[in-house]
């Protein structure tokens, strides 16, 4: 069933179900294609911020055809340059929750993956495409420049030459060559179901495992090698030294657990 976050409530445009240690988190505007208003981004924001107890892993779905095509740019006020750095300040605030926040999350993109809702896709840690789904960066054809972090994140995606090319042509991708791309993580027919599962095997993983390649495996790859290094053993000896690393792998020398096939 449907549950709302209690407290503070979630807006009308999120819906939240939560399937036993997994949450689905809907955007819920499909009249709009799922179009990013203020209202919504900070939902986002209130929620990656403390999910429900319990919950290990969130599936981030959309209803309807489209996942989110952007900015909602009938919100659009005259914002002089201050205010417009603070809106923009505050979508990456909001992204960040998800991105460097406590539990790991599953996107289905379907249909308009465009604008801003490229930059909330791009903050989630597994993508996945079904065949609907295309992107695009519009903003360069309407004047405006990027937001809400597609400029830190896609890049380290798909290279900034080829964002370039989005931005200064308007060159829309579909499913496939997003996914050829480096947009999505797994191209399937059934986007939702697929993550699911995705969700569930990570929900099932170790939380000290999780929480390093949430928290500490995206700062080692920015860090120069000799930090690197250094965190990395450190995240090791944590995870190794937990009682339940020690239990999973007596359970694989004891022939318990299954190996790694194909």
Do not use: C
């Not at 079904?130 to 597609?150: D, H, I, K, N, W």
């Amino acid at each position: 069933m449907t549950t709302p976050l209690p407290t503070p409530l979630l807006p009308p445009s999120l819906r939240l179900e939560l399937l036993d240690d997994v949450a689905v988190l809907r955007l819920a505007r499909p009249e709009k294609r799922n179009a990013l208003d203020d209202a919504t981004v900070l939902g986002l924001e209130t929620f990656f911020g403390a999910p429900p107890r319990g919950i290990k892993a969130v599936v981030l779905d959309a209803v309807g055809e489209h996942f989110s095509a952007g900015l909602d740019l009938s919100e659009l006020t005259e914002r002089d340059a201050f205010e417009g750095l603070e809106h923009s300040m505050m979508w990456h605030r909001s992204f960040e929750r998800l991105e460097r926040g406590r539990v790991p999350v599953v996107a289905v993109l379907r249909g308009a993956v465009v604008g801003g809702g490229l930059e909330l896709a791009a903050a989630a840690h597994i993508r996945v495409a079904e065949p609907s789904a295309f992107y695009a960066l519009p903003e360069g054809q309407r004047g405006l420049f990027v937001g809400g972090g597609a400029s830190v994140r896609v890049p380290r995606l798909i290279g900034a030459s080829r964002m370039a090319d989005m931005m200064l042509t308007g060159r829309v991708l579909d499913a496939d060559e997003g996914h050829a791309a480096g947009l999505s993580h797994y191209r399937v027919d059934d986007g939702f179901e697929h993550a699911l599962g995705l969700a569930r095997k990570i929900a099932a993983n170790s939380p000290i495992t999780n929480f390093a390649v949430l928290q500490a495996l995206p700062r080692i790859a920015e860090a120069n090698p000799a930090e690197g290094y250094l965190m990395e053993s450190l995240m090791a000896a944590v995870a190794s030294g937990s009682a339940e690393a020690k239990e999973r792998m007596q359970a694989f020398l004891e022939k318990r657990a299954g190996k790694v096939g194909r």
